[in-house]
């Protein structure tokens, strides 16, 4: 199983950046599929979660400005970030769980996203 994100970059507060991760060696639609980052000296946090019919949820501190699909034909799942702010600078890390086993799940290596002047 590989999970492999990229996307992350510097950006300058206000800007944009598009994340995506490519699962492969799952049946990615039996999968939910889940945006979490860490930033130094932090606890990953859950940032946003979609389900494998389509669900979503985000955490609080990204409503509205960040929006999490997935492409089931790609088998990749993606953040839009909008309206960045220094805060949201972590490394992002993929995340998919399996519908029948949520405790069976997997992870990609992550990407930084750094959001500086």
């Known amino acids: 199983v590989q999970l492999v994100e990229s996307g992350g970059a510097l950006v300058q507060p206000g800007g944009s950046l598009r994340l995506s991760c490519a699962a492969s060696?799952?049946?990615?639609?039996?999968?939910?599929m889940g945006w979490y980052r860490q930033a130094p000296g932090k606890q990953r946090e859950l940032v946003a979660r979609?389900?494998?019919?389509?669900?979503?949820n985000y955490a609080e501190f990204v409503k509205v400005r960040f929006t999490i699909s997935r492409d089931n034909a790609k088998n990749t799942v993606y953040l839009q970030m909008n309206s960045l702010k220094p805060e949201d600078t972590a490394v992002y890390y993929c995340?998919?769980?399996?519908?029948?086993?949520?405790?069976?799940?997997?992870w990609g290596q992550g990407t930084q996203v750094t959001v500086s002047s």
């Open positions: 979609i389900t494998s019919f389509g669900r979503t």
């Open positions: 060696g799952i049946v990615f639609s039996s999968y939910h």
């Open positions: 995340n998919a769980a399996y519908v029948l086993d949520i405790g069976r799940d997997y």
